[in-house]
Every structure is written in C-alpha cells, then in structure tokens.
C-alpha cells in the first residue's frame, strides 16, 4: 500500500523560504519510471502543479515558479524535499505530494496535504 | 487563467447525468497527451477518477466515465448521487514552453 505524508511548517513569514517534506511507504524511488510530484491548493481555489521528480533524477518545474523551486529526493530515506524561495502571501496554500507510476500517468495516490500560511 | 478550461460549476438532480468538459489545446489534449480527471470531496485531498482519458481505478463506480475528441475531453456521471458532490478536475501534459503538467480550473458538481 502506497502512503504519502507532507511535513513542513504550518506559518511561514514572507520572504522565508519554505522546506516540505514528502515522506513515502510502499514504494521506492529508485524503480524505473516512478515520479513524486507537488500539487498545491490556495483556498477556494484550482490545484497548481509544482514540481516532479523522477526515479533517475529527472526534475521538472513549473515554468511560472521554476526560478524559486528546488527539488530533492533522498531514496535512502524515502523522502522528496521541496524549496520554495521568497515565499509571498499568495503562496498561502494547501501543499500536496503525490506519486506517479511513469511519466504521464495519473497521480494516482495524493497524501493528505499540509496547509502553509504566508504572513507576517 | 488555467490552460485546460472545466466550467465553474454544474448541476444535477439525483438520478440524473451530467457532463463535465474540459477544453484544452494542440499543445496539450490535442497533441495525444492523456487526460485524467480527479475527484475532490470537501476538505479532502483529490483522487484518482479517470486514468488514460477513459480508464477506471478499481473501486471507482462505473457511472463514472471519460472520453477524449480533438483537444477537449469529458467526464460524464450517470445515476447522480448525493456523495458525488465534489470538486473535479481535470489534468494533462502541456508541450508548450518548457513542458509542464496543466490542471483544469475545476467544476463545483452540486446534486440539486
């Protein structure tokens, strides 16, 4: 069974830079074609993809927010970092990560997301 | 201003059919890049719908369906229930720019 759970501070001030964590179960990011990607949610609002990161390094952003993105995997600890930089209160939002089979596949199991509040 | 485009809202009474589409591009449906549709209960994380434009996870009822034409796709619940009220989404590949995964806006389903 596949689980997903994000971990980071709840608060953030602007202009921090903003560390999440994905830690998994049920499966390994050093199997062929497996991704993990971030998905993120403001209030009342449309999700936005982030992020992916795929089993042989492979790292995708988006293009809007690709200069104040970074992500990490460390496979020996079944965990995905993110790094979002120069945080703004419109990052405020609920922050999901999410496996992937292969490339262009669905995101076929969600955690249950970390809600992150941009203020001062 | 999302680039696959799902109206704000539909509606349905129990029983019935409705329809969510999802409009999209040559760079992204119209370029042969799968689409999947996620359902989103309140306060809850989105799951897996559809896969691959028309294929259902296991658990998920087969009054859910998808399809794909051209550059848009849709999602069709048939025998509306209560429990279907949900946010929906729909999700691709864009080619455009440096490539990116694209979601819909979402469709707010309310069962009248």
């Known amino acids: 069974q596949i689980t997903l759970k994000e971990s980071g501070p709840t608060l953030v001030t602007p202009t921090q830079t903003l560390t999440l964590a994905c830690t998994f179960s049920?499966?390994?990011?050093?199997?062929?074609?497996?991704?993990v990607g971030w998905i993120r949610q403001p209030p009342g609002k449309a999700l936005e993809w982030l992020a992916l990161?795929?089993?042989?390094?492979?790292?995708r952003y988006s293009p809007s927010l690709k200069s104040r993105l970074t992500i990490t995997k460390d496979t020996s600890k079944n965990q995905v970092v993110l790094e979002m930089t120069n945080m703004d209160p419109l990052d405020t939002a609920t922050y999901y990560c999410?496996?992937?089979?292969?490339?262009?596949?669905?995101?076929?199991?969600w955690g249950q997301g970390t809600m992150v509040t941009v203020s001062a | 201003q999302s680039v696959l485009t799902q109206p704000p809202s539909v509606s349905g009474a129990p029983g019935q059919r409705v329809t969510i589409s999802c409009t999209g591009s040559?760079?992204?449906?119209?370029?042969?890049?799968?689409v999947h549709w996620y359902q989103q209960l309140p306060g809850r994380a989105p799951k897996v719908l559809i896969y691959?434009?028309?294929n259902r996870p296991s658990g998920v009822p087969d009054r859910f369906s998808g399809s794909k034409s051209g550059t848009s796709a849709s999602l069709a619940i048939t025998g509306l229930q209560a429990e279907d009220e949900a946010d929906y989404y729909c999700?691709?590949?864009?080619?455009?720019?440096?490539?990116?995964?694209?979601f819909g806006g979402g469709t707010k389903l309310t069962v009248l």
């Open positions: 049920g499966f390994s990011l050093s199997t062929s074609g497996v991704g």
């Open positions: 999410a496996h992937r089979r292969k490339w262009g596949d669905a995101f076929d199991v």
């Open positions: 999700q691709s590949y864009d080619s455009s720019l440096s490539g990116s995964e694209v």
């Open positions: 990161i795929y089993w042989d390094d492979d790292k």
């Open positions: 040559s760079s992204n449906i119209g370029a042969g890049y799968d």
């Open positions: 691959d434009n028309d």
